[in-house]
């Protein structure tokens, strides 16, 4: 992975942490997060403009996996929603975001029949979704299945499949763009951009009439216009990465290096606990992100 496609994945971390501090102490609602993604398409639409030609242009395929990918987003904003308004941050951001890094990959394996990942990265995978799975224990002689089985971690797993789902179809879609013609930031900045709006054309009937919530005023407007920036500038960051790397896994499993800032921030600014079993947890993945980049 070439040190440009690092230092993009490192910044849209600290971003993504971020957005989700925002999102669990401004709200815990799918209409929060319905306007933080209308609010930010609406900043960052000047950049779909500014290639609208080459977009305009793109295949049929390109527009199908667009549509797959807002169902995707939808999903997965849905249930990191539901799964902060019952959980803890340190406990559910970990989450969501470490399983994606098994799922991805075997996707990837299912949908292509070969993978390009060493023994070395599968390894350093293993051990932050083996990481992660410490990180909802108090203490270890705690541990039983039933920790797995609760509202928030049902939610949190859904989130992770939708990841994992959008994650694989976006790259496909950027790899079309680039097919085009298009270059990586325009490709990028494009897509982000119409991902959003696909997204909305999900999130807003899901949230009107599969959750009842009211999209009447938007839920602390300084708040949710400042997530929905940080929403779409951390992914397109990452769109721009994924067109640096020969595999999308390798992506995904670096991105993880936002789960400490997320107990961190967890811990230091919402004030909420953090036991031995998580900090072990937490070490175990920092060694598995170490693998993955080198």
């Known amino acids: 992975m070439t040190p440009t496609a690092i230092g993009l994945i490192l910044v849209s971390a600290l971003m993504h942490a971020g957005w989700n501090l925002i999102g669990k102490r401004t ?24 290639s609208w030609s080459s977009v305009a242009a793109l295949p049929a395929d390109f527009w199908w996996l667009l549509l797959a990918s807002g169902l995707c987003q939808t999903l997965y904003m849905s249930g990191l929603a539901k799964a902060y308004g019952q959980g803890n941050l340190n406990v ?6 470490a399983l994606p890094v098994l799922i991805v990959p075997l996707v990837v394996l299912i949908s292509y029949g070969q993978s390009q990942l060493s023994a070395q990265d599968l390894l350093g995978m293993g051990l932050i979704m083996l990481g992660s799975l410490a990180l909802p ?16 971690i049902g939610w949190v797993l859904l989130a992770a499949c939708a990841t994992a789902g959008y994650s694989v179809l976006d790259s496909a879609a950027i790899q079309i ?6 270059s990586a930031f325009d490709a990028g900045s494009s897509f982000v951009v119409l991902q959003a709006a696909a997204c909305l054309l999900w999130m807003l009937p899901l949230v009107r009439w599969g959750f009842g919530e009211s999209l009447r005023g938007v ?5 949710t216009l400042l997530a929905g920036s940080f929403i779409i500038a951390t992914y397109l960051l ?3 990465s994924m067109s ?5 896994s390798y992506v995904v499993a670096l991105r993880q290096v936002s789960i400490p800032l997320g107990v961190l921030i967890g811990v230091f600014w919402l004030r909420e606990s953090v036991s031995p079993p998580r900090l072990q947890g937490l070490s175990v993945m920092l060694l598995g992100l170490v693998l993955v980049s080198l």
């Open 92 to 97: 559910v951001y970990p989450l969501a975001r």
């Open 177 to 182: 763009m680039k097919q085009q013609g298009m």
């Open 244 to 248: 640096m790397v020969s595999e999308v």
């Open 238 to 240: 990452i769109l721009v």
């Open 219 to 223: 839920p602390d407007f300084g708040w």
């Open 137 to 152: 224990l108090v203490r270890w002689r705690d541990w039983h299945w039933r920790d797995y089985c609760t509202p928030a």
């Open 27 to 50: 709200a815990q609602t799918v209409r929060f997060y319905a306007w933080a993604m209308g609010l930010g398409m609406l900043v960052f639409s000047p950049l779909l403009v500014r």
